[in-house]
């Protein structure tokens, strides 16, 4: 059953919003507006609820994650307002649109009810659950900001007006400070829910983020650690079906630890209109790159380069399933047609507008399309964190700490074989520095266009290899209408852009409408 509990009492919850929280350019927390909220409001069980529901509005949002791979070497994002654009090609500033994840919103919301919800008479398990959801997304929000900006200030309690101009806490700090708030909050979440509960965060939720911060800190040994507890579980598989994932028939599996949610006709889900090709009404807002489908190893479990099965003429033929489940391709079946974007008599060709500029399109939560009553308009949930990413820490972990077992390759296995790929050739990856290229090469292609490939550029420091060369994609030609046979007449591919990329890129300027609020705020270097 879906869960509604972060949108469908958005209406309700907006006043009660507005009455607790300042809304101002530069968020941090704030008094409440009118004194007497915090009189008359926090009095029982279900004005705590309501305010808690109100956090998780808007803690994260389905096109932060889906857009974010057009700020690498996944995806080329074609529209410069749409924020993206200028991030991939190593052209943003301080003043772009794109850089605003810079938010205490959230952080404001859960701050208010972590300083309000002790004097709440209530039954105590439902006020400790509420209080470790409250405090998982508050370290959400500070775990993604140290990420995009490094250092940022710590703000634990609600502010008064005077107090707001802080200055930014050291990142490791920080971390210091997330990690331990999903620990105690690890303690006292639930397993799963029912209901229309469902949706809420878990104790796998908790632990998930936990993980994914250690590894992106280099805290391997305690990745792999906190990613066997939820191993150990029991409450996560990978569904059986790669494409069935992406569908709103099986949004809510046990594969998900947590995600957005959306509702048709409600807080609805609009990505797919923003993705879908030109022909179906789309803005092909975000599209693969050659870089992407060129990462796709062959059936037989070697890469392009090595494999005698791959076809530079037939490029797309013999290759892992998932890259036809994740890009669509010249020739690829697609909604009653053969997608051709290489043919200019075709309406899908890269020239026209709104066309994918690269030559493809994306596919993962848009397939099929045609399930979707109205592709603007729809309830699809966006994954935050799913188990296969469990699975990737675990053997990154493991990798990088050099404690290379039969573990590594078994998690590694589960997610290829789930894909239609053979087992792990060990006789190959059977040395720290193969298997790391083959475990960075699995997160690359099972977790594309979902929202990860910048924060691994950045932790691995690959920045200035993948991101400083010239954006490419499909190579020109025809798609027979019948067949889908492709014929391409040039060996040339489409050049979309030229990238830049300097080591200060790996951190986001902070935003300069808040540096222009708070002058205590620092500016990144580089910026």
């Not at 070497?73 to 500033?93: C, K, L, M, V």
């Not at 859960?110 to 439902?126: A, R, W």
């Not at 990856?429 to 690359?444: F, I, P």
Request: overall charge negative; glycine content about 6%; hydrophobic content about 40%.
């Amino acid at each position: 059953m879906k869960n509604i509990l972060n949108y469908k009492k958005t209406k309700s919850i907006l006043s009660i919003v507005i009455l607790l929280m300042v809304v101002s350019c530069v968020d941090f927390d704030k008094e409440p507006l009118d004194s007497l909220s915090n009189e008359t409001f926090w009095s029982n069980k279900k004005d705590v609820i309501t305010a808690v529901n109100a956090c998780y509005s808007g803690w994260e949002w389905g096109d932060n994650i889906m857009y974010l791979d057009a700020a690498t070497d996944n995806a080329y994002n074609q529209f410069p307002w749409e924020g993206y654009a200028a991030i991939g090609n190593g052209s943003f500033t301080p003043t772009d649109v794109g850089v605003s994840r810079f938010s205490f919103t959230t952080i404001r919301k859960c701050n208010d009810v972590l300083e309000n919800i002790g004097g709440v008479e209530m039954d105590e398990t439902l006020k400790n659950r509420l209080i470790a959801e409250v405090r998982f997304l508050r370290a959400y929000q500070y775990f993604i900001m140290t990420q995009f900006y490094g250092d940022i200030p710590l703000v634990e309690t609600v502010l008064s007006l005077d107090e707001a101009n802080l200055p930014r806490t050291p990142k490791l700090e920080v971390i210091a400070f997330v990690l331990t708030e999903l620990s105690d909050a690890a303690k006292l979440l639930p397993k799963s829910y029912s209901g229309a509960n469902v949706g809420r965060i878990t104790k796998g939720a908790a632990l998930g983020l936990k993980a994914r911060t250690e590894l992106f800190e280099g805290k391997f040994a305690d990745a792999a650690i906190t990613s066997q507890q939820i191993i150990d579980m029991g409450q996560y598989n990978l569904l059986s079906s790669y494409v069935d994932l992406f569908t709103e028939d099986f949004e809510d599996s046990y594969e998900v630890l947590f995600d957005v949610q959306y509702i048709e006709n409600d807080y609805s889900n609009w990505l797919q209109g923003a993705f879908a090709p030109v022909k179906d009404g789309g803005w092909s807002s975000v599209t693969p790159t050659q870089s992407l489908v060129d990462a796709y190893e062959c059936i037989d479990g070697k890469t392009i380069n090595d494999s005698p099965t791959y076809n530079v003429d037939m490029p797309y033929t013999h290759r892992d399933p998932r890259l036809a489940a994740t890009v669509v391709f010249p020739g690829a079946s697609w909604e009653g047609r053969f997608y051709n974007s290489i043919d200019e008599n075709s309406s899908d060709f890269y020239e026209r507008n709104n066309a994918s500029k690269t030559g493809y399109s994306s596919k993962k939560y848009l397939y099929p399309l045609s399930s979707f009553n109205d592709m603007w308009n729809n309830g699809l949930n966006i994954m935050a964190m799913r188990y296969a990413e469990v699975l990737l820490i675990y053997a990154e972990a493991k990798i990088e700490s050099n404690q290379i077992d039969n573990t590594v390759v078994d998690a590694l296995n589960q997610i290829r074989n789930r894909a239609g790929m053979p087992a792990v050739d060990e006789s190959v990856y059977n040395s720290q520095a193969s298997l790391r290229e083959l475990v960075r090469r699995e997160r690359r292609v099972e977790l594309a266009m979902e929202g990860l490939r910048w924060f691994d550029i950045k932790r691995w420091k690959i920045g200035e290899e993948v991101l400083s060369k010239p954006v490419t994609g499909s190579r020109l030609g025809t798609v027979n209408a019948v067949t889908g046979d492709v014929n391409f007449s040039s060996s040339e591919h489409i050049q979309v852009e030229t990238r830049m990329f300097s080591s200060h890129n790996y951190l986001w300027p902070i935003p300069q409408s808040e540096i222009d609020i708070n002058s205590n705020l620092e500016q990144n270097h580089g910026y």
